[in-house]
């Protein structure tokens, strides 16, 4: 059982949220809106990703890390990554 599994419905909700937003930036290029709209758009579906995935990896440290759920993984080095690639986006 993964980490997220006991917010798992939260999470595909908070994604379903998302795919909204995408398909709404869709429409608003179909649309020929206004550049600046669709960039606050696209910043706000970013930050909402971002903060899936905050929620993820914070999932993954209390779950994943804490009860060393991977056989011959170094779970802490995993999760520095991950964290690395997550501020570097």
């Known amino acids: ?4 599994y ?3 419905e939260d999470v595909q909700a908070r994604l379903r949220r ?3 937003q995408v398909r709404g930036i869709q429409k608003m290029v179909d649309n020929d809106k206004y ?3 669709i960039l606050t758009q696209v910043n706000a579906a970013t930050s909402a ?3 899936v995935a905050v929620g993820l990896l914070d999932d993954h440290i ?3 890390v804490v009860n060393q759920t991977e056989d011959g993984k ?3 080095k995993e999760a520095t990554a ?3 690639r997550l501020v570097k986006s």
């Open 1 to 4: 059982m993964r980490g997220y």
């Open 6 to 8: 006991a917010n798992k």
């Open 18 to 20: 998302i795919e909204g």
């Open 35 to 37: 550049c600046i709209d």
């Open 49 to 51: 990703l971002k903060q």
């Open 62 to 64: 209390r779950h994943c």
């Open 74 to 76: 170094d779970m802490i």
């Open 82 to 84: 991950a964290i690395d």
